[in-house]
Each structure stands twice: as C-alpha cells, then as structure tokens.
C-alpha cells in the first residue's frame, strides 16, 4: 500500500462547481499535512496546510480526519485558474525526524468555462 | 514564503556527460534540504536528504555513487547527475528547510534535465 494515496483524476467540473478531492494516508503517526498546487512543469506551491480543526482559506477548505486517516480539499465556486494538479503531501512522524514530505500521486483538476 | 532558487531551470545534455544542479536558499538558513525526482504524471518522489555539513541520506534504490549531493554550506546544496543516461531525464526538484519538524519546506523552481 503506497504511503500516501490520490485519486488521480481528472476531474472535470464546470465553472462555479463544487469539487472535493481527498487523500489517505498509511502512517497513523504522521504529524503535518498540506496540500499543493503543481501547474504543468512546475514545482508545487503550498496551498494550505490542514489542521485537525480545519481550516478555510477564501473557496479553499482542508480537513483533517486521523481517525479515518485522510485529508480532505474542498473548491467552492471552481475557477477555471483553479485548474491544475493538486497535490496532498504528509511529513513524518516526529521521532523519526523525517522532515521530508510524502507525496500524494496528484488529482488534477480540470475547470471548464 | 521563503524564497528557494533552483539553476538551472532546464537543461539538455548528451548522454554519459554530467550535469549539476544548484538550489539556494534565499532569505533563510536550510539546514536540511530535500531533492526529489518527478517523471511524467508520476509523483515527486524523495532522492535524498542533505544536512548542511554532512553526508546525504539516500532513499532506496537511489545510487549514491550517481547522485552525488554536496551541501557545504547553510544557503547551497547541489545535486550532480554523473554519466547521465536518457533513462535519468526527469524533473528534478529541490526542497529547503530550516530545520523545524513539522514546518512545511519550501521549494525551488525545478529543472527538467533531458539526456540525449
């Protein structure tokens, strides 16, 4: 089982749609969690980190659920700007001290007018 | 964010040559920094972790003696591809971090290597 698992995709999805994409993971004691955004050829941008609490940046909600172990990102009102590959990625647990992330495969994201 | 800046953004070379690739940090001090490896619609997947003055941690089936990472200072890691084969082509991407667990890392702008 890949340590860190996305649908891929694509979704395609009309402008102003609602789209959710989630992402699970296999470390029960993975500790931080992000979501990316990676244009064609590009490298991926912090897009939002993901709080047990969630949290909610402008169209952007992130959600966390350890008990289930995934990670959840929600676009409200899609742009087609938004399209794109996103990207959830996991660090590590905190004795192992791996500070690298692990990445999601990507779900890419198609927002058409 | 921290800014990380990665040269070059792209470059080509014949086979069995090699290529370095450069990442800095800018405005902060990396005492770790992360090289991964992107092939096309594949994730980024970790090489190697570098700690500022010290030998890099290969991931495995990474061949060290191939990827040759140096990280002498606390702004400047580089990746050498030695005796690069068409095979090693890919979108390499470099990561820097100030040490702090949990903090995301920030990343360079990726060069796409193609080996002919």
């Known amino acids: 089982r890949k340590e860190v698992e996305q649908d891929p995709g694509p979704f395609n999805v009309p402008e102003g749609a609602t789209v959710a994409f989630n992402c699970t993971y296999s470390n029960s004691a993975s500790q931080s969690f992000f979501w990316y955004r990676q244009d064609c050829r590009k490298e991926p941008k912090l897009l939002m980190s993901?709080?047990?609490s969630g949290n909610e940046d402008g169209r952007f909600t992130a959600q966390l659920n350890r008990a289930s172990q995934y990670i959840s990102l929600l676009i409200r009102d899609s742009k087609l700007s938004d399209s794109a590959t996103y990207l959830c990625?996991?660090?590590?647990?905190?004795?192992?001290?791996?500070?690298?992330?692990?990445f999601g495969s990507g779900t890419r994201l198609q927002v058409q007018p | 964010g921290a800014v990380v800046s990665q040269h070059p953004s792209w470059v080509i070379c014949k086979s069995g040559t090699s290529v370095k690739i450069e990442c800095r940090s800018l405005?902060?001090?990396?005492?770790?920094m992360f090289w991964y490896r992107q092939f096309p619609k594949q994730s980024l997947m970790l090489m190697a972790t570098?700690?500022?003055?010290?030998?890099?941690?290969?991931e495995q089936g990474v061949e060290k003696d191939k990827f040759l990472i140096n990280h002498a200072s606390l702004t400047l890691s580089t990746l050498t591809v030695t005796s690069a084969h068409p095979e090693d082509s890919s979108f390499y991407i470099c990561s820097a971090s100030d040490g702090a667990l949990n903090t995301e890392a920030f990343f360079g702008q990726g060069t796409r290597l193609t080996v002919v």
């Open positions: 993901v709080y047990s």
């Open positions: 990625a996991v660090n590590g647990p905190m004795d192992t001290g791996r500070r690298a992330l692990t």
């Open positions: 570098s700690n500022e003055g010290s030998k890099a941690t290969y």
């Open positions: 405005d902060f001090q990396a005492t770790t």
